[in-house]
């Protein structure tokens, strides 16, 4: 069966992508299934040229998304909005190579996703968390309460985390280096309590993992002296959360929600957590603080007199 011209475009795409872009496997793997289901769909309309394919065409595709058909179930604003991506990227790779007259996907734009507010755990979830953490005196029990008082503590990624060298620790000043995306650097300062549980893993359990290690520089190291993942640093964070029997639904990112949550909750200035988050942008912070919002009603319709009629 020969190839339709929307499909060799699509093929030109999809090899565009993978040889001159360098995109990952699996996001390769995405955009192809989403732009199989598009080809199909177009062929449907009985457009086999990306030059005949209009905005009406592009824009009834997402709504055959978010609608479903009788092979597909409907796909959430999150969903759609990843394969209108593939779709914008397409057309606009078509127009370039002279494949296309226009781009017909230019002014289409990707269902905005809800909302989702950053799941902050309680201080006292916080605390039972942390005390979990540590069940003995191991070397893996001192290392794995270091390295949750000191996500707690400093806000860090878990990649970031996993990610430090005994050089970026400087405990004596309170204060570490960590990389974030983009390779940006920011010096972030430590509280007591990461520094104590640091400081008494370093001398008293990372030399004994180190031992059966090649010498890196990590500072959080695996049972065979290696870095520590960041799928090792999430099963710890997992089974810390559920011998403290915390209820809510943990995450990579839970312990650097409670961190910004617990900041704002305190008075700390929208910009001063942006910084120490490594956010660009502010107005990715200010996510939580609809969090902190959300708080303040609850405690002034409890408290009030006059909150409630």
Do not use: C
């Not at 226009?102 to 950053?118: E, F, G, N, S, W």
């Not at 290392?143 to 806000?155: M, N, P």
């Not at 603080?289 to 009030?304: F, I």
């Amino acid at each position: 069966m020969t190839a339709t011209g929307v499909e060799r475009a699509v093929t030109g795409y999809l090899n565009h992508l993978s040889v001159e872009r360098g995109l990952a496997p699996n996001t390769l793997s995405s955009y192809r299934r989403d732009l199989r289901r598009y080809a199909e769909f177009l062929a449907s309309r009985g457009l086999d040229l990306a030059d005949a394919v209009g905005p009406d065409d592009v824009t009834a595709f997402l709504a055959r998304l978010r609608e479903g058909d009788p092979d597909h179930p409907p796909l959430g604003a999150s969903s759609a909005a990843r394969t209108v991506v593939a779709v914008r990227g397409f057309h606009r790779f078509a127009h370039r190579e002279g494949l296309a007259a226009a781009d017909p996907a230019r002014d289409v734009r990707p269902p905005a996703p809800p909302r989702r507010l950053p799941k902050a755990l309680p201080v006292t979830d916080i605390e039972r968390l942390l005390e979990a953490a540590s069940t003995g005196d191991t070397p893996l029990a001192l290392r794995d309460r270091a390295l949750l008082e000191l996500l707690y503590g400093t806000g860090a990624r878990i990649s970031e985390a996993v990610g430090l060298d005994v050089d970026d620790l400087d405990l004596d000043a309170g204060a570490v280096l960590l990389r974030g995306k983009g390779g940006k650097e920011r010096l972030v300062p430590v509280g007591s309590y990461a520094v104590s549980a640091v400081r008494a893993y370093q001398v008293r359990a990372r030399p004994a993992l180190a031992a059966g290690g090649r010498g890196t520089p990590a500072v959080f190291l695996n049972a065979r002296g290696g870095r520590l993942s960041r799928q090792s640093a999430w099963t710890v964070l997992r089974h810390a959360a559920e011998r403290a029997q915390v209820r809510t639904e943990v995450s990579p990112h839970t312990l650097r929600h409670s961190f910004a949550t617990h900041l704002l909750d305190g008075g700390a200035d929208v910009r001063v957590v942006q910084e120490l988050l490594g956010h660009a942008s502010v107005t990715t912070t200010q996510v939580y603080t609809l969090v902190t919002v959300d708080k303040l009603r609850e405690v002034y319709a409890a408290t009030h007199p006059r909150a409630l009629a």
